[in-house]
């Protein structure tokens, strides 16, 4: 399947930079998938970054709703002022990260 072989290209990564077409699944189902193959049981967060602050809300809600839990607990989002999860039970954070902002972090 499509996950176990995630888990084998993927599990001796420690951070990966996805590039692929839009819609390919890059932010929502890749971030299950690493779920589903207990990536996350080790302390190791999945982090997916959004260039605009509606898309990381929208993203957060679609990959929740998707996984049946509620957002802010195993799935959640951080925008500018508004923190939507629990730093001890977050899994998957989706946050806004805007070219120039990485650009002046880095």
């Given at each position: 399947?499509?996950?176990?072989?995630?888990?084998?290209?993927?599990?001796?990564?420690?951070?990966?930079?996805?590039?692929?077409?839009?819609?390919?699944?890059?932010?929502?189902?890749?971030?299950?998938?690493?779920?589903?193959?207990?990536?996350?049981?080790?302390?190791?967060?999945?982090?997916?970054?959004?260039?605009?602050?509606?898309?990381?809300?929208?993203?957060?809600?679609?990959?929740?709703?998707?996984?049946?839990?509620?957002?802010?607990?195993?799935?959640?989002?951080?925008i500018?002022?508004?923190?939507?999860?629990d730093?001890?039970?977050?899994?998957?954070?989706?946050?806004?990260?805007?070219?120039?902002?990485?650009?002046?972090?880095?």
């Amino acid at each position: 399947s499509y996950a176990r072989n995630c888990h084998t290209r993927y599990s001796f990564l420690i951070s990966a930079v996805l590039f692929n077409h839009p819609g390919s699944g890059k932010s929502t189902q890749i971030p299950q998938y690493l779920l589903e193959i207990g990536y996350a049981k080790f302390g190791y967060t999945i982090a997916v970054t959004q260039p605009r602050r509606v898309a990381c809300v929208s993203l957060a809600n679609r990959v929740a709703d998707e996984r049946g839990t509620m957002i802010g607990r195993e799935i959640g989002y951080r925008i500018r002022f508004d923190d939507c999860w629990d730093e001890a039970e977050t899994k998957v954070k989706v946050s806004h990260l805007a070219t120039a902002t990485y650009n002046n972090r880095h």
